[in-house]
Every structure is written in structure tokens, then in C-alpha cells.
């Protein structure tokens, strides 16, 4: 396996990513759209979940493709930048017809970052416009970092982020992933110089310091963004996708095989003070053999444990941070 050109989930054909800020309220949204609508599924693992349509995204449910995917800051009040999608989506004619209604289909997914230091205070909702922003802004290339729905992320010792990455599997299918990272537990071992995801980065996609040398890893559980806030204030949510034709059932099969990525780059994961979550999709541009659905979703696994470590690698400094960046303390 090999990285993508761009190393970014837009390495699958038909994927645009956009993302929208706002730096005084630190904190904001991304979008993944594609040319078409596409299949998508979805697994929780957190014990803390803000969500917006994801039960249709269950196997058993009627609807069969959605034309969008929705990551957020802002907690109950980031579900809204769905809305803004949708009016994007609407304004385009795209959308589930029924008859002469257009009906757009768009889950979505929140962090907690209500108490990272910005500014707050609104009288009306910021973020169905950051949502309708971030759809008009989606393209094949993206930036990573302080940036979207990871503008105001915070992992327990460090500055989280946005960050994404891609596999190319032996046949040509392609793998990718996009996170905000945003995560109860360490991203980088004591000491806040290695990732946890080192034994998986391809080059020095986030440093390339290699694995923490040292032995008894995942003990101590010091944690900065507690200490500033409380340990409520959390979550990790992503998508992973894919080029190669899968049903629902088989994207959810991607989604809870994918969630082994946050495992491992993130310690603790998965607590009940986590939404952890993970959406799965499939473009659907080419069929493959059924054996190979573990492949993907190991590939899938690969690149979200690789996105979380380029999420923290690539985050940047603002006013008011409560915590420092990675690269503040690796300078």
C-alpha cells in the first residue's frame, strides 16, 4: 500500500472537502461532498454522540445514498451547520426527489468546543452559515490543522485539528480518511514529542520521530485540557471512504473496523465522555471481491490513526489558546 497523491480522502475520485471558521469563536465546520450522491454508513463507539440523521444511515433503512457529510464544532448548536448544507445543496437542485420536492440528505456529527477560550456570545447561531460556507467552499484540496470543524479542538495535552490522509491498496482501490481530532485521551506520549500513531505514519507525514522509545505507555493520563476545563468536553469524529462498490451493511463493517484507528492514536479512546463516531462511505466507481472488505477496512483503520496524528502535527497557534500547539512544544 501507498499514500495518495494529495495523501487526503479527496485522493477518491469525486470527493470535494470545504471547510469555514471563525477565529473569534474558535471553532467550525467541514463538509464532504462528492459529484454524485453516494452510500453511507455509520458506527458510535463514544459514549457521548451529537448527531443529525444518522439513523437512516442504518442498514435496514430505506434511504440509500445521502449528498453530504457533515463534521462540526459547537456541540448541539453545530448540528445547524447541517442546515446550511442543505440549503447549499437545495440552491444546486441536488437532493432526494419526490415528486417536485427536493429533499437534500445530510448526517452529521458534533464536537464539544464550547469552552476552548473563544468567544461564544452569540445572539444567533453561527453555524448554519459556517456549514453553507463550508459547502461552497469544498474542493479537491483542503488544508489541515487549525482549520474547519477542528479550528477549536483540543486533545488532552495539545492543540487538536482537522487532518486527513489515503491508501492506495495493491489492485488500485483507493482508502481515505478526514478526523477532527478533538479527543478526551494523549495523541503524543509523555514528554508531548511522539504520536501514538508513529508506528503507522508513511514518511514524515507528522514529523517522522518514530515511536516513543519508552516502555509502560498509556499509564499516565496527565492531562492539560482537563486541568483548564473538565473532562467533559470531548470527541473524535470522522469519515472514512472509498472508491470500491459497497452496500450499506459493508460501509458500516468499514466504520466499526475503522474505529481501531482512533485506538490507536488516541489513549484513552472511546470514553464516555467521547462522541467518538465514524462515518463510512463508498463512491461505488468500481466492484471488487468480497474477501477484500477486511483489506479496506484495515486500510481505513491505517488512515484515520495516520489523519489524528496529522490533525496535532499540523495545528497552529491563535490568541486565547488554552493549549499549546505540537509544534510550540517541538519547535
Not at 488500485?172 to 503524543?188: D, F, K, Q
Not at 472514512?240 to 482512533?262: E, S
Amino acid at each position: 500500500m501507498q499514500t495518495g497523491p494529495k495523501n487526503l480522502i479527496t485522493d477518491i475520485q469525486g470527493l470535494r472537502v470545504g471547510n469555514a471558521q471563525n477565529d473569534a469563536l474558535k471553532s467550525g465546520a467541514t463538509v464532504l461532498t462528492a459529484d454524485q450522491p453516494f452510500t453511507a454508513s455509520v458506527h458510535v463507539m463514544g459514549g457521548a454522540p451529537g448527531t443529525r440523521e444518522t439513523d437512516l444511515l442504518a442498514p435496514d433503512k430505506s434511504v440509500a445514498v445521502v449528498d453530504a457529510l457533515v463534521l462540526s464544532g459547537g456541540s448541539a448548536y453545530g448540528l445547524d451547520a447541517c442546515s446550511g448544507v442543505v440549503d447549499g445543496l437545495r440552491a444546486v437542485g441536488r437532493g432526494f426527489k419526490i415528486k417536485d420536492a427536493t429533499i437534500p440528505l445530510v448526517p452529521g456529527a458534533i464536537l464539544f468546543d464550547l469552552l476552548n477560550g473563544g468567544d461564544k456570545a452569540w445572539d444567533d447561531n453561527p453555524y448554519r452559515a459556517l456549514g453553507r460556507t463550508a459547502f461552497n467552499a469544498a474542493s479537491e484540496s483542503f488544508d489541515l490543522g487549525s482549520i474547519g470543524a477542528g479550528t477549536g479542538a483540543l486533545s488532552a495535552m495539545v492543540k487538536g485539528g482537522l487532518g486527513s490522509a489515503s491508501l492506495q491498496l495493491p489492485d488500485g482501490t483507493m482508502v481515505g480518511a478526514l478526523v477532527a481530532a478533538n479527543p478526551v485521551g494523549a495523541v503524543t506520549t509523555p514528554g508531548d514529542r511522539h504520536f501514538y500513531a508513529a508506528p503507522f505514519e508513511m514518511g514524515a507525514e507528522f514529523g517522522g520521530l518514530g515511536p516513543d522509545p519508552a516502555s509502560g505507555l498509556g499509564l499516565d493520563l496527565d492531562s492539560r485540557k482537563t486541568a483548564a476545563m473538565s473532562p467533559r468536553e470531548n470527541t473524535t469524529i470522522a469519515i472514512v471512504a472509498t472508491d470500491a462498490t459497497l452496500t450499506k451493511a459493508q460501509c458500516q463493517r468499514m466504520a466499526v473496523a475503522a474505529h481501531d484507528g482512533i485506538g490507536r492514536a488516541t489513549v484513552p479512546a472511546h470514553t464516555p465522555h467521547d462522541g467518538d463516531l465514524v462515518f463510512a462511505l463508498s463512491t461505488e466507481a468500481h466492484a471488487i471481491d468480497p474477501t477484500m472488505l477486511g483489506l479496506i477496512g484495515h486500510a481505513a483503520s491505517l488512515c484515520l490513526a495516520r489523519a489524528i496524528g496529522r490533525a496535532i502535527y499540523h495545528a497552529t497557534p491563535a490568541p486565547g489558546d488554552l493549549l499549546p500547539c505540537w509544534s510550540d512544544l517541538n519547535a
